[in-house]
């Protein structure tokens, strides 16, 4: 790594270490020639990754990150009216039941598995 380069670190689960090590032992067994480790292949997928999927993948990052809480709060700070209020508040549920994705049928699974426990 070149010396005037400024160095910051970031944290990963023991999980997707794990997988870094894995992937640098394979890279590794196959011959002596590789100088590679988990911190210089993790900066290479991080690389690729923003050269390649960020774009396309962003309004998925940014559905998996948004936080409804303060988006809430900054529109109570926001607005000026109630009337205001209303409609961003109405935009927000709108929009909102996009986000959530299909609902599940949970409850009528959870009915039918008990009944055929209780008639076992």
Not at 61 to 67: A, Q, R, T, V, W
């Amino acid at each position: 790594m070149n010396k005037n380069k400024t160095v910051r670190r970031i944290a990963v689960s023991e999980a997707i270490f794990c997988q870094l090590e894995t992937e640098v032992n394979r890279i590794k067994s196959s011959g002596t020639h590789f100088k590679v480790n988990e911190s210089k292949l993790a900066a290479v997928i991080i690389k690729r990754f923003f050269k390649i999927y960020l774009e396309k993948d962003r309004s998925l990052l940014e559905k998996e990150f948004f936080d409804k809480k303060s988006y809430l709060e900054q529109l109570l700070k926001q607005s000026n009216s109630d009337e205001e209020l209303q409609q961003s508040l109405g935009q927000f549920l709108r929009n909102s039941k996009g986000r959530r994705g299909r609902k599940t049928n949970k409850k009528k699974e959870n009915d039918s598995s008990d009944s055929l426990k209780s008639e076992l």
